[in-house]
Each structure stands twice: as C-alpha cells, then as structure tokens.
C-alpha cells in the first residue's frame, strides 16, 4: 500500500468493527526501514511533554500494521 503521508493527517480511524478511535494528529516513522510504524491520534508534540510517554504513546497510537484500507477514513484491525 503507498500513500502520501501528508493525505493521512485529520483522517478518521475506525476499527472493522466501526468504533471510532480518533483522528490523525501525527504519523511516526522508522527511520531503519522508511515505513510508517504508528498513527498517532495525539498531538506529536503534547506527547513528547508527557511525563509518562510510553503510557501515553501506547494509548494514544495505532500501530499501523493494522491498517486494513485507507479511503476517506482509515479502518483498522480491531486487535494487533
């Protein structure tokens, strides 16, 4: 799947099972293999002043191996 990175921002994300779980607020990418790793739904910045980040990152993101389809929204796997 390719897709411009910039076109994810503000898309809604939804499970296959329709429950919303936010919007895209940031988009984190690893740097080793140039590939999304994980939607973030917030602020990339507020997260990173977060005094218990990975508690935060871990309920604030979606792993994007999740991914099922990018439309209008984007639609995830309900479980990782």
Do not use: A, C, Q
């Amino acid at each position: 799947m390719t897709v411009n990175i910039s076109e994810l921002y503000n898309k809604k994300i939804l499970t296959l099972g329709g429950r919303m779980l936010g919007e895209v607020k940031g988009v984190m990418l690893n740097m080793e293999n140039g590939e999304v790793s994980h939607l973030l739904l917030n602020n990339p910045e507020s997260l990173m002043r977060s005094s218990n980040l990975r508690t935060d990152f871990i309920k604030n993101s979606v792993s994007f191996k999740r991914v099922r389809k990018i439309t209008e929204s984007i639609v995830v796997s309900d479980t990782e």
